[in-house]
């Protein structure tokens, strides 16, 4: 597992169903059905926190409050700055696990020494599009949420590349990889974490599993001839990370060559000196 450590964000501890966090000041308890186990709470920030999320049995949920919480505060990490603020369905606005991947990019950018150009795909609140940029690359940032996009356009700004070169854009993923496709743009990296489950702006239903393979194949033809590499995330609990670098493989090793890998990222939890699994990431790389 490759695990994700941070300064100002800290697993405290992770027990029946719930993660005790700690986000700079903030100490927030949150859902997470993987924790399965009942050990003792010792830690007395259970106790004191400032909010804790409750799932709703019909879907959903709530933030229930029990000391000031701002509308919104900053994280760091390293020279990148996030905005983060308390969302419906537990999340902030940031998944820390995903700092393992903003520096194995950013060290392959670093290191291609030649200008490179990255498409980030399901884009969210822009970690990753930071980290690239802050890097040296040229990047594309798109998800389909506006709010999103203007979340992460303010993260750039906030990490001190507001004059970076960064598109910004408001778009349906896979139809924006067939128009760069039609109009001849290329890309050394291509990064994605597309949803679980969702429905279209038609009704259509979106299930990963079923649509996967059709959308990295969809990425082939934008790849440039000497890519970097090829990033896949997902927290689908049934896509297992040897699934994904399978996938993978039968599309861009007998195009590229390069390597294949594949691992659970985590965070370290302090309470146990354990790791909590978070998700999965495979990577081609040239």
């Not at 778009?171 to 969702?198: H, T, W």
């Not at 393979?213 to 297992?240: A, E, H, K, M, R």
Request: charged letters at 20%; glycine letters at 10%.
């Amino acid at each position: 597992m490759r695990i994700a450590q941070w300064k100002d964000y800290e697993l405290l501890d992770a027990c029946a169903g719930e993660r005790l966090e700690r986000w700079g000041d903030i100490i927030l308890i949150r859902p997470d059905p993987q924790i399965i186990w009942s050990t003792e709470k010792k830690n007395p920030l259970w106790r004191s926190a400032h909010a804790r999320y409750h799932r709703s049995q019909t879907g959903g949920g709530h933030w229930e409050m029990y000391r000031k919480v701002p509308e919104s505060w900053q994280i760091s990490y390293g020279e990148l700055k996030f905005q983060l603020k308390p969302m419906g369905f537990k999340h902030t606005g940031i998944f820390p696990e995903q700092a393992v991947n903003w520096d194995w990019m950013s060290e392959k950018i670093r290191a291609a020494g030649r200008p490179v150009r990255i498409l980030n795909l399901f884009a969210y609140t822009g970690g990753a599009t930071c980290a690239c940029a802050a890097a040296g690359a040229e990047v594309c940032h798109v998800d389909a949420s506006r709010g999103m996009v203007t979340w992460a356009k303010q993260n750039g700004v906030l990490s001190g590349l507001g004059e970076k070169p960064i598109r910004w854009l408001v778009d349906d993923c896979a139809k924006f990889v067939q128009r760069e496709a039609r109009r001849g743009n290329r890309y050394d990296g291509i990064l994605m974490d597309p949803p679980s489950y969702g429905r279209g702006p038609g009704g259509e239903v979106w299930k990963l599993e079923e649509q996967l393979f059709g959308l990295v194949q969809l990425c082939l033809p934008i790849l440039s001839s000497d890519p970097l590499f090829f990033l896949l995330n997902s927290y689908t609990t049934g896509l297992s990370p040897a699934v994904m670098q399978y996938l993978l493989g039968t599309l861009l090793k007998p195009r590229f060559g390069g390597s294949l890998s594949a691992e659970e990222i985590g965070l370290p939890v302090t309470s146990t000196g354990m790791a909590l699994p978070c998700g999965s990431t495979a990577i081609w790389q040239k």
